[in-house]
Every structure is written in structure tokens, then in C-alpha cells.
């Protein structure tokens, strides 16, 4: 199987992703873990045309070194997370308290 073709594999282990994924309140605690399960049996090219998810590049912030682009997704109904692509996997870096900071917009 192509990396295209392969599920996706979950980074879960930035800090500050999981120090906001466990102060999220039980119900959208629950919503976002669900999610995350759902992206867990998806292969990226699902992951692209998901309209639930709404991957979506995020231009408004450079990314770190060594990134080539990062990424906004819907995590909750009221949250995004970003993340981006190392090949197979998936790596998480935040939850944004809501739409607009995911895009480093105030």
C-alpha cells in the first residue's frame, strides 16, 4: 500500500495539544476523541475529501522549521485543531479555543 492508501496514524504526543485536548469539557472531551478515532481508520486521501473534517491549509501563519505546511481541521463542533502531515502520520500541535485562532487570526 501507498502512503496515500494507508490509514493515517495519530501524533497525539505535543504537550500543548494534550494539555488542551484533557481541559476540554467532558462532552466535547468525548466529541474530539471521537473524531480522532474517526481519523484513525481513514486514509489520507479520505482525510482530503472528508467534508466533516474540513482539512484545510493555513496560510495566515508561517509554519515551524522543518514543516512544510500546517494544517486546520475540525476537531468539535466549536473547535479546529491544527496538525500537520510527516508522512504517514499525523501530528497534532493545538486545539483552538475557537474558529478564528486556529488561523492566528484575533
Known sequence: MSSREGRVR???NNPVFQEQ???LQK???HAALDTLNKIRQLTWNQVYRDPGLKWEKITSIRPPKG???LYSMRITQARRATAYRDGEF???LTIAPDHDAA???K
Request: neutral net charge; proline residues 0%; glycine residues 6%.
Open 10 to 12: 495519530l501524533d497525539l
Open 21 to 23: 485536548l484533557l481541559a
Open 27 to 29: 462532552a466535547e472531551r
Open 67 to 69: 514543516i512544510d505546511a
Open 90 to 92: 499525523m501530528r497534532f
Open 103 to 105: 488561523y492566528g487570526k
